[in-house]
């Protein structure tokens, strides 16, 4: 019998994971946004990422948004960054989290930043320290961590280990991330059963993008196999624009209504989250992949 | 730990289901279609239903199509019915299964069919004694099983209730189904475990929409929980055409893509899935809502 967790942590990626291939977005459209996503009670908001400007322009504005945070303080946000100086500026803008992301499979390591999952992994002691004199948590989050788009499978040893020495290296959480949505839920379930045992009691979250149908699929398995984390973008933002159509993260407000079906609290509210991912289907300026954006919630009573 | 069953039944439901809120087809575009979705493999088709032309004018020509379906030996081909006499008429196209719809909730009954849930449930035992005489096999179909667009959620008494009286009516095969979209993981696997104690030995199939993002979750937590058949649409075909983009059955390709990743056989090829899934939106003449039939399949080995 299948039993799940009673709550699960949302972390609403739409501003960085959501925008990162799009067009770039005004400042002040970010912000649009930004109150719309507070106002559907998601506690963690992924708000930008401190990368490189010419490589990720979309987020070219992180430190100009990283000012405008602290008006919003019901919210804890955080800034992804794939180095030890993308986490001095992160922690610089003020923010007291950070993701730092390794990519367990070489190729995409290295196409991505420059250097091989060996490197990125060692770079974790640098990162936590950082942070930690800082006062801010790191999580580490395993990219590419079932297939990589070069290498095709990616062993689930490279996760494990990643997770371990992240676990040794001081991490304060861990994710694993299926980056270019090819994950399915036995295998989802099977890396989750390998990556608990070497984090000792770190929270575990996971990241899943919806490309080939199955992004509900896995998350369900993933919290049906103890993961009480997800990230999820208004929408479903987040799909390659030179991919038209594919999606992207799986939409919070999908996420959402299957969750409170299942039982399972999030704290966040579906109708504003529909009603925000409408305001990032305007912003973007293009039809988003949500389903509930279209369908709506079903009638839960007929009272 | 979660079992999957080894095989799994993929009965492709794009000709009937697909199609039948679609502007009419030819029936030579049908055959086309048809011709595409035997290559997959696929062992079980529903070709059409009979039914009112009147109300499905997309399926008026389900005697005329059924005349071409002996040149497909590969195939178990079934139509559905809502009627004792759509039953008649299918038999006399020459079909040897026919799927009977009853709906759970009686406001859906009685818009779909005129009828009630009970009087519905009743003329199980005209079906059943109408297509054995013709050496047919009869499939109930239980559908608003979760909800009801009129009333809402539906006692899961009511289709326990179904399913338990078409089995000591006859029946051969039992299918719940989600005929608005709106099932999701945990429902299922409660529906699941209380039908299945009251169908003996018969074989107990489901039927998915993808409505709001969960169909292939819903369709996962199913053969979790024992199902080994499924009913999908090659390219998500079935989208309520009152509803642009809502997406209708599950796709068939990315059915096919989420079971082979969980070892799960299906006897369907998944790139001739993909094929057909293109052909069929070649011919309704708009984007059809499959995931795989833009992102394709996953580099699965790099040899």
Known sequence: MTVLPAEVSIREVCLRDGLQLEDPLPTAAKLELLAAIVATGVREIEATAFVSPTKVPALADAAELSEHLRAFDTVEFSALVASPNGARRALAA??????YVVSAADAHSRANVGRSTTEATEAIADIVAIAHDAGAAVEVIIATAWD????????????VDIAAAATELGADRIAIADTIGTATPVRVTELVDRVRPVIADLPLGAHFHNTRGAGLACAYAAVAAGVTRLDASVGGLGGCPFAPGATGNIATEDLVYLLRDCGVRTGVDLPATIAAAAVAQRLVGHELPSALLRAGDRLTSTA
């Open 148 to 159: 990589c788009p070069f290498d095709g499978p990616t062993n689930p040893q490279r996760s």
């Open 94 to 99: 003020g923010f007291g989290s950070i993701e």
